[in-house]
Nanobody, 125 residues
Framework: QVQLVESGGGLVQAGGSLRLSCAASGRTFSRYAMGWFRQAPGKEREFVAAITWSGGSTYYADSVKGRFTISRDNAKNTVYLQMNSLKPEDTAVYYC??????????????????WGQGTQVTVSS
């Protein structure tokens, strides 16, 4: 069982930066690939970024590539999402998730078994 708690969301102006954190409970955190998803009002939850259990591979949605960076610290049971050059269209609730998938399967939310409660990110124009 893994419990996930996101933090770091908030209100920022376009062009600004935020760093989201996701703290995981449980001693098996390092076994799991981790992903970030987001959901804007009236839209489906969409993939943002993912990282393998070792941190050796990362994956990004085209819409955030070059602006967002996912990383993890297995010693701290924490995964991060550094978001730079934020745009109003990045406004959403951001969720972290844990799963045992790998490779291209990490783009799909059904590969994840555990989810956090979400943190709001609002980017003003």
């Amino acid at each position: 069982q893994v419990q996930l708690v996101e933090s770091g969301g908030g209100l920022v102006q376009a062009g600004g930066s935020l760093r989201l954190s996701c703290a995981a409970s449980g001693r098996t955190f390092s076994r799991y690939a981790m992903g970030w998803f987001r959901q804007a009002p009236g839209k489906e939850r969409e993939f943002v970024a993912a990282i393998t259990w070792s941190g050796g591979s990362t994956y990004y949605a085209d819409s955030v590539k070059g602006r967002f960076t996912i990383s993890r610290d297995n010693a701290k049971n924490t995964v991060y999402l550094q978001m730079n050059s934020l745009k109003p269209e990045d406004t959403a609730v951001y969720y972290c998730a844990a799963g045992l998938g790998y490779g291209s399967s990490l783009y799909h939310l059904r590969q994840y078994d555990y989810w956090g409660q979400g943190t709001q990110v609002t980017v003003s124009s």
